[in-house]
């Protein structure tokens, strides 16, 4: 398997279940409705361990922009690489998109609210506040590179790193993910948004593209906010 099939297979399976717990929790009608913040953090965590355990060893197991681009930018990984990774985990997450999409397809016209729709693909902020949601992207996404490149510096038993890391995304959306919904990964924000957009989902309303630059931005910046720091200390 090439390392761009990995990311995309990778990325595509995070959305397929990180997305996919929101619809659960989101939708009318669906066994899951109202299961609530933990079960989507935790859910969330699950998913990208479980595309970090399958797919993690064949490209590193990146599954995001900011990754990629921070870890390239301390000299951990090939600038010539970038752009494959990126199209790959861009592509991934319409796919996954389209797969929760799929397999919700009942319920979308038993659910009125066209923001709870546009909720299951992409993030929006609790209260709408340009700066304030752009620096909480950026700190979520610091404390996810930073947090990455830390663990690293710890020996561990095989398979056991990428169990740290999910509960490193486990806490980050505990702790930091109510104010915007925790993106820290603009694949994984704008791929939906995109499929969102493009999928003939029953009665949706718009993609908000006036707020979607901010889970593509922050997390940039914060990724090589937590790279910095990172070489800085260690």
């Not at 752009?83 to 999409?101: E, K, N, R, S, T």
Request: charged content about 10%; glycine content about 14%; proline content about 4%.
């Amino acid at each position: 398997m090439s390392t761009f099939l990995a990311e995309l297979l990778g990325t595509a399976t995070l959305i397929l279940l990180g997305d996919g717990v929101v619809a659960g929790v989101a939708l009318n009608k669906s066994k899951a409705k109202d299961g609530g913040w933990i079960v989507v953090t935790m859910a969330w965590a699950v998913a990208v361990a479980t595309a970090a355990w399958i797919f993690g060893p064949i490209s590193g197991g990146h599954f995001n922009p900011a990754v990629t681009i921070a870890l390239a930018a301390i000299g951990n990984f090939a600038w010539s690489k970038v752009p494959a990774y990126i199209a790959a985990q861009f592509i991934g997450a319409i796919v996954g998109a389209a797969l929760v999409w799929l397999s919700y397809l009942a319920h979308w016209k038993e659910t009125e609210d066209k923001a709870t729709k546009l909720g299951v693909f992409c993030t929006a902020p609790a209260i709408r506040n340009v700066g304030a949601n752009l620096i909480t992207e950026i700190v979520g996404t610091f404390m996810l590179v930073f947090g990455i490149l830390g663990l690293g510096e710890t020996k561990m038993a095989d398979g056991f790193g990428t169990f740290a890391v999910g509960l490193l995304i486990l806490i980050i959306g505990l702790s930091l993910g109510g104010p915007t919904g925790y993106a820290i990964n603009p694949a994984r924000d704008l791929g939906p948004r995109i499929a969102h957009a493009i999928l003939p989902i029953a009665g949706k309303g718009g993609s908000d593209w006036g707020y979607a630059w901010i889970p593509v931005v922050g997390p940039i910046i914060g990724g090589l906010l937590g790279g910095l720091l990172y070489t800085l200390i260690f």
